[in-house]
């Protein structure tokens, strides 16, 4: 498909929509106001745009038509998936000039294959679906996040997720070994090879996979598979101080080495407020703590050697005064209490308040440190500010969020949310950490990412972009405000 365009905005961009209704059909070129509604605010409602239209292609063939069309009339390309992201990277600016492309029509299974521990997947997969396939020929794909009920594995891939088991597995990064991605001239390049060692030349496949759709359209992926566990051992344990944190770690990684799956902390003022402000959230013990930490375990013995080792292990810990309380899951049931509560903590916050969300990571050893020293610079710049330091500190990983609950100073508390970012994220760089663990950069991020970032990493972002996308199409004020 070769279309040019003669001048005139209005006439170029309806040409260019019904050049689109051509290739997709109708059906598939949204454009009334109220269809479009749902692709053009941000999961936490931060973030609205604007856009022509929506396109639904339903073949990479198809989405690659769409792209040249855009190519051909210079109209930027948003990629867009289930829409979960937390920084607005799936949302169009608001100029409107723009085209969504959903992926939610490329949601099939192409290929299984055993023997190899692969899947060939279309972008538009729902990551619980792909879950549900795989189990039933008895496999495992470890990617396991709170939005994997309607989140995609394109907007996975292109915001490389992390979750709840990268201590074992790695990110989705890990998990990948080919690419299908149109290009943002429209080619196809496939890359959707299922090999674990291919050596020759540039690792293409690592350019995109976490580049936030700035520099392709990725429409299908191979991704590594792994027999099941036979057995999960989860268990909560409760320490009264942030730095005995290491030392627990620690201790879990030298006596249940490779079977640690999860690490997650839960401070225990938050356990508490989920509990007490949602339905089906308990407490995990009796006794309330000030810091959890829920622990998985993963076994693929026939044995269940797993549980036996974290009985031992804990009441190691328990003897060592490392911890003051554990609870080993006696059921499915007791697990999935487990994964409430800590879901949980995600799931209040918006009823609390105004919620400030960072995204951070740091060294394991020193994450007890950051966060007491963190609490003490958000208390200087916000004095009563609820903080919630939670998440997979297994890889270094903490989600900080500050919520203000006073309706009368919410105002005030978003009006310096910028001045607790400058001073939160130089304790993150005098820690040698991220500002951006799993998140991405998206429109919230980006002068963060300029500030932050040396000039030569910069530079070299920009020249990938120049290089992969010189018209600057794709995801335009993502990542960078300019090109």
């Known amino acids: 498909m070769s279309i040019s365009y003669g001048q005139g905005s209005e006439c170029r961009t309806a040409k260019l929509v019904l050049a689109l209704r051509g290739v997709v059909g109708a059906e598939n070129c949204i454009v009334d106001d109220e269809h479009k509604a749902r692709y053009l605010v941000d999961w936490r409602k931060l973030y609205s745009g604007k856009t022509l239209a929506v396109i639904r292609p339903g073949t990479t063939e198809e989405a690659a038509a769409v792209v040249r069309a ?73 990617l396991s996040l709170g939005a994997e009920g309607s989140c995609q594995i394109g907007g996975n891939l292109a915001t490389n997720a992390g979750g709840n088991a990268v201590l074992r597995y790695g990110s989705i990064r890990n998990l990948a070994l080919g690419l299908e991605v149109v290009l943002p001239n429209g080619q196809i390049w496939n890359g959707l090879r299922a090999l674990r060692k291919d050596n020759a030349g540039y690792d293409l496949r690592n350019l995109f996979i976490g580049s936030e759709g700035t520099l392709g359209l990725i429409t299908a992926a191979v991704l590594q598979l792994f027999p099941p566990p036979t057995h999960i051992t989860t268990c909560v344990l409760g320490f009264p101080s942030l730095e005995r944190l290491p030392d627990i770690y620690g201790f879990l990684r030298e006596r249940l080495s490779y079977g640690l799956s999860a690490f997650e902390l839960m401070p225990g003022h938050a ?39 974290v009985e031992a292990t804990t009441m190691e810990l328990l003897e060592r005064q490392l911890i003051s309380d554990a609870v080993i899951a006696a059921s499915a049931a007791q697990r999935r209490d487990f994964w409430k509560a800590r879901e949980g903590i995600v799931d209040m916050q918006p009823l609390l308040g105004a919620v400030a969300k960072h995204d951070i990571s740091v060294p394991v050893s020193n994450i007890g440190s950051f966060i007491s020293q963190a609490a003490e610079v958000i208390d200087k710049i916000a004095p009563g500010v609820l903080q919630i330091a939670f998440g997979h500190v297994g890889d270094g990983n903490i989600h900080l969020n500050l919520i203000e609950r006073e309706n009368e100073k919410m105002s005030a508390f978003r009006a310096r949310a910028q001045e607790i970012g400058v001073a939160l994220y130089d304790l993150v760089d005098a820690f040698e950490g991220s500002f951006s663990a799993e998140h991405g950069i998206g429109q919230l991020r980006r002068q963060d990412l300029i500030s932050r970032r040396s000039s030569i990493e910069i530079d070299v972002m920009r020249a990938v972009k120049r290089t992969i996308d010189p018209q600057g199409l794709f995801n335009r004020g993502k990542l960078f405000a300019t090109p």
Do not use: W
């Open 271 to 309: 356990v508490d407020l989920a509990s007490e402000t949602l339905r089906g959230i308990r407490r995990p013990m009796r006794a309330s703590h000030p810091y959890y930490a829920l622990v998985e375990v993963s076994d693929f013995s026939q044995d269940a050697v797993g549980n036996s080792a």
């Open 70 to 142: 855009c190519a051909a009339a210079n109209v930027g390309v948003v990629p867009q998936g289930g829409n979960t992201g937390l920084v607005g990277g799936a949302i169009p600016i608001s100029d409107g000039e723009e085209i969504i492309i959903s992926l939610e029509r490329m949601n099939r299974i192409r290929a299984l294959d055993k023997a190899n521990y692969t899947v060939t997947v279309e972008a538009g997969c729902v990551l619980s679906r792909l879950h549900n396939v795989v189990a039933e020929a008895s496999l495992f794909f470890p």
